[in-house]
């Protein structure tokens, strides 16, 4: 090793730090002058860089969305870090939307352009029109003549939920600006015919935690909304709160009032969404969604507003590659109530929804008073004590809606009535006035007990007409408690298969419901109500089963203005319903379903018409395998009636009547 001097030493030294400082020096300089000649670069060509760009990016939509129209007037550079886009028209080649733009106006990050990264730091749009059509896309033609690639058969994609729904979050949480705004957008939708369009004059988000004011405005009415809300991106959380902007005013939502007739409107709206990623090909989520005084009015669901104080969910939600999926960690609750809920829907290869709820014990006070008013009325103010358990199973697969599988169960532990509410259930167990409406108009009122001649008690029924009635309409009623599980899921089976309602399953007792306390509205309301109320007497036996049929048997109607049995027997036979035959009491029960349309049984000459045959011959079947006649009765039946009453006067006309009428139409009951 050279040994020198230390004065060398330092001379040498002192040279080449010399010589790297030059060399940093222009370095540095060097690499500051190649970025000024690509920023001057940049700068002079920048709007030829941007449109060459934006064509490239049209002509890849155009290739992947064939029939589709994409027109851009101009693009520039305003400064360096503003971006001005102008007349924008885009018309989707399989999807009814037309999209047209004013102006677009992107503040962008500098320096993260310059080494390729585009970071949108601001984003405003001006005149935006969106047009949503239902049956097809208009097909005038875009202002600027657009790039338009033909259509073309493409094939059927195969969506990966969880993939897209990752993107989609991921889309929203990385690339939406720090501050959002659009000036009035206007949206026209065509929708099952009916045209609508709302104009929103300014809608603004700035800045994670944000505060805004949207004003939606309708041909009848304007609203204000005020939105408050926190987006958290690197947790990839969201929540929006919804106000009515005046005080002590109801929101109503736009749109479905007059799409669908559906009223909802709401005091506030608190939703929150959380992102936790995707993990072993599923996404999950969840957050909350809360709504505060919330009425809801459609003519399907109830005959008056119903109005629920409270309401909220708690979801943990998973989404796979064919499934969504609603964890039983989830948590729904409104006023008192709390449960969790499992849901699943499958889409490939066949469709599929799971549904479960997991034994929930609640006190039966607070499952009762947490009824939405307006839902129930005929339970409103009922008291009870004890507690009460529901339990619930349900699968189904649309293909083969047969093999569905249904398990339900409400348990009752130490449950009593301490006081009825507006309806006392047990005041028909004495003779009672029954009034019969039709749509709810008022027809007829007549006592149900000795008091009224045509009465008749169950022993004085006969054997036949008893045993008929059991088999067509609820051979089971004797040994369930109000419900048969059995003819609910081939109803629904049934009616999965036909995509229509062609079956009900509604027993003896819940008829009986119907007809002594509802209205004839078939609303959802009354359905569940009519459950509610079966539920409470079978399984408190408020009403003994005897009781139930006995009155089922003199209050139901039997043809035009006439109810009960005795009268029908009159009506049809002109004889006490004690002397029914064995076919007369089978042809009563016939008609139970469909009682003002009697006529179209019979042909021309006043007879049964031969199809009937296999119905006479299928119930009468029944009847014999339960002992219920004998083999002589089974043998010598013959699917033949002659009327004495004056219900023979109802046929004359009534020729032409189609044959199978009766039969095809869609069953009455739910």
């Known amino acids: 090793m050279l040994n020198l001097p230390a004065c060398c030493k330092d001379f040498l030294s002192r040279l080449l730090g010399a010589r790297a400082k030059k060399a940093l020096k222009i370095s540095m300089l060097a690499v500051t002058g190649a970025l000024l000649i690509l920023a001057l670069l940049f700068f002079s060509l920048r709007n030829l860089v941007l449109n060459s760009i934006l064509n490239s990016k049209i002509e890849s939509y155009l290739h992947r969305h064939p029939g589709a129209f994409f027109s851009i007037d101009t693009a520039r550079f305003r400064k360096l870090d503003h971006i001005i886009i102008k007349n924008i028209y885009l018309r989707s080649g399989s999807q009814p939307i037309v999209m047209a733009l004013g102006s677009c106006s992107l503040k962008i990050s500098f320096w993260n352009m310059i080494i390729g990264r585009l970071r949108i730091k601001d984003f405003e749009l001006d005149d935006l029109k969106l047009d949503l059509f239902q049956d097809g896309i208009p097909r005038a033609n875009p202002a600027r003549p657009a790039k338009q690639v033909p259509m073309r058969p493409m094939p059927a994609e195969t969506v990966n939920y969880a993939v897209r729904g990752a993107a989609l979050l991921d889309l929203f949480f990385a690339r939406m600006p720090a501050t959002f705004k659009i000036s009035r957008l206007t949206i026209h939708c065509?929708?099952?015919?009916?045209?609508?369009?709302?104009?929103?004059?300014?809608?603004?988000?700035?800045?994670?935690?944000?505060?805004?004011?949207?004003?939606?405005?309708?041909?009848?009415?304007?609203?204000?909304?005020?939105?408050?809300?926190?987006?958290?991106?690197?947790?990839?959380?969201?929540?929006?709160?919804?106000?009515?902007?005046r005080r002590g005013a109801m929101a109503v939502l736009p749109f479905i009032d007059r799409q669908w007739g559906l009223r909802v409107s709401f005091n506030s709206v608190s939703i929150g969404l959380e992102s936790h990623g995707r993990h072993s090909g599923e996404l999950s989520l969840s957050g909350s969604l809360a709504v505060g005084g919330l009425t809801i009015n459609h003519p399907r669901i109830a005959d008056e507003d119903v109005n629920l104080e409270n309401a909220g969910l708690d979801y943990a939600l998973n989404v796979g590659a064919d499934y969504f999926e609603l964890d039983d960690l989830s948590r729904i609750h409104f006023n008192k109530l709390s449960f969790h809920p499992y849901f699943k829907f499958k889409t490939r290869p066949t469709r599929q929804l799971t549904l479960k709820l997991g034994k929930t014990r609640f006190k039966a006070d607070d499952f009762f008073s947490s009824l939405p008013t307006g839902l129930f009325s005929k339970l409103a103010g009922i008291k009870t004590k004890g507690d009460l358990a529901y339990e619930l199973n349900f699968f189904i697969d649309f293909s083969h809606p047969e093999k569905l599988h249904l398990e339900a169960n409400m348990e009752k532990h130490a449950f009593r009535i301490a006081h009825f509410g507006r309806v006392d259930f047990t005041a028909?167990?004495?003779?009672?006035?029954?009034?019969?409406?039709?749509?709810?108009?008022?027809?007829?009122?007549?006592?149900?007990?000795?008091?009224?001649?045509?009465?008749?008690?169950?022993?004085?029924?006969?054997?036949?007409?008893?045993?008929?009635i059991l088999i067509s309409e609820d051979g089971a009623f004797f040994g369930h408690r109000g419900f048969s599980l059995g003819p609910i899921m081939e109803s629904i089976a049934a009616n999965v298969r036909e995509k229509r309602f062609v079956r009900g399953a509604s027993t003896i007792s819940m008829q009986l419901v119907k007809n002594l306390y509802l209205s004839r509205q078939k609303t959802v309301a009354r359905k569940f109500e009519e459950m509610l109320i079966t539920w409470l007497i079978e399984e408190n036996r408020l009403l003994a089963k005897e009781r139930i049929y006995e009155i089922y048997l003199n209050i139901i109607e039997w043809g035009p203005l006439v109810y009960g049995a005795n009268e029908a027997s009159h009506f049809y036979f002109d004889k006490d319903v004690e002397k029914l035959t064995l076919a007369e009491a089978i042809f009563m029960a016939s008609i139970i379903p469909r009682p003002k349309r009697f006529m179209t049984l019979f042909d021309s000459e006043q007879r049964l018409r031969?199809?009937?045959?296999?119905?006479?011959?299928?119930?009468?079947?029944?009847?014999?395998?339960?002992?219920?006649?004998?083999?002589?009765?089974f043998d010598t039946l013959v699917a033949d009636i002659q009327l004495n009453g004056p219900a023979r006067f109802f046929l004359n006309g009534n020729e032409n009547l189609a044959v199978d009428a009766f039969w095809r139409d869609e069953a009455t009951e739910e």
């Open 610 to 633: 031969p199809w009937l045959q296999s119905y006479y011959r299928d119930l009468s079947a029944k009847m014999l395998s339960r002992e219920m006649i004998s083999q002589d009765d």
């Open 190 to 245: 065509v929708l099952e015919h009916v045209h609508q369009t709302f104009h929103i004059p300014v809608l603004s988000i700035d800045g994670p935690a944000f505060a805004t004011t949207v004003e939606i405005i309708e041909p009848e009415k304007k609203q204000a909304f005020y939105f408050t809300g926190n987006i958290q991106r690197m947790k990839k959380k969201l929540s929006v709160h919804v106000l009515p902007l």
């Open 428 to 468: 028909v167990n004495e003779p009672f006035l029954y009034t019969a409406y039709e749509k709810d108009r008022e027809l007829r009122s007549f006592m149900v007990g000795p008091e009224n001649p045509d009465f008749r008690s169950l022993e004085q029924m006969p054997s036949f007409l008893k045993n008929a």
